[in-house]
């Protein structure tokens, strides 16, 4: 355990924060005792993983806890599938890779997503036409009120657009310690409805594209419109794509013939990086902080000395711009703390 560590190094946007205390679990013995250690004191616990999900604007006055649980196992699953369990500690695109090394179809679409497995079902990360529910079976947490594990099964966790029960009702009564998936061992459901892919893989002239051949052009893709962490501080996509509906969706055609959307149904969901690129936001710098040249979703320690507080600011000023001009409200995705 120790007293007045920098989080500096354990988020990708690279902010300088304090927490009063900070310690580094690798069981889930020692998480139950840190847990222990900071409920005598009545502290708050902030649950650090790749640190690619949240915004810290100031000190934290309670216990960080770093999740470091490692570990990668496997079952048989009839012929064509087998059950990989990932510890929550595992860096995700290793583990991607890991996968796509034994030929295990599933994840290849979700390629170089930051942060670690741990995280991936509170967000229910997704891209290319791919969600982590698509694969997910359960995952394992730790019940903060009892202090005893249980599972959660794919129906138990709500799943939804980058939503889950952990998101909402479940809010800080969980933590996730491992999660399995069913990945396929042949036969593999290969996805390139998205433009993108289906560009990369004409490009390099593959026809016939196998799921190693999907990873690469969603890494390629991911790697040629995103800034990596460790060059400019940033957590990704900084915002959701907002759900809005048809109705609405038809009335703005009308003011903006260009509107981009993707229809379901009653709703449609509208690009939210179109939306902030419209609003004259792409490239535009504010101090230490700016939205992406390439990628208006994605907003930038542009100088490597912002603060959160300037961060979270320059969204404020996103989200304000495209209520005035689209009357729709953008959320943050990431977690802000």
């Avoid at 304090?18 to 998480?31: D, Q, S």
């Avoid at 690619?52 to 806890?65: E, V």
């Avoid at 019940?143 to 800080?172: A, H, P, V, W």
């Avoid at 390139?192 to 799921?211: F, K």
């Amino acid at each position: 355990m120790q007293e007045n560590v920098s989080l500096q190094p354990y988020n990708t946007f690279g902010v300088e924060a304090e927490a009063r205390y900070f310690t580094e679990i690798h069981t889930p013995e020692e998480l139950k005792a840190a847990i222990n250690f900071s409920s005598s004191r009545a502290l708050k616990t902030l649950l650090l993983g790749g640190g690619s999900n949240i915004l810290l604007t100031r000190d934290f006055d309670g216990l960080a806890i770093r999740l470091n649980l490692k570990g990668i196992s496997e079952q048989p699953d009839g012929v064509n599938h087998i059950l990989v369990t990932a510890q929550a500690g595992e860096n995700w695109h290793e583990f991607v890779m890991y996968c796509l090394e034994k030929n295990y179809g599933g994840l290849e679409n979700l390629a170089l997503i930051p942060g670690n497995v741990g995280t991936c079902p509170i967000q229910n990360i997704g891209a290319y036409g791919t969600e982590i529910r698509d694969v997910f079976v359960r995952c394992n947490v730790l019940n903060l009120s009892t202090m005893e594990t249980e599972d959660f099964e794919l129906e138990k966790c709500r799943f939804g657009y980058r939503d889950s029960i952990f998101k909402q009702e479940g809010k800080g009564q969980y933590i996730i310690l491992s999660v399995t998936f069913r990945l396929t061992t042949q036969h593999h459901s290969i996805k390139t409805e998205y433009g993108a892919i289906r560009g990369e893989l004409s490009n390099a002239g593959i026809a016939e594209p196998t799921i190693r051949d999907v990873a690469q052009a969603v890494v390629h893709i991911r790697k040629s419109k995103l800034p990596d962490p460790k060059e400019t501080g940033n957590a990704g996509s900084f915002f959701k794509n907002p759900t809005i509906p048809l109705l609405q969706f038809e009335e703005l055609q009308i003011r903006f013939p260009h509107i981009q959307g993707y229809p379901n149904g009653d709703t449609v969901k509208v690009p939210a990086g179109w939306l902030i690129e419209q609003c004259g936001w792409k490239g535009k710098k504010i101090g230490n902080v700016a939205s992406h040249p390439l990628q208006a979703l994605v907003i930038i320690n542009a100088t490597g000395q912002a603060t959160g507080k300037e961060i979270f600011d320059f969204s404020t000023l996103i989200i304000d711009s495209v209520r005035e001009k689209f009357g729709i409200e953008l959320e943050r995705e990431v977690n802000i703390i």
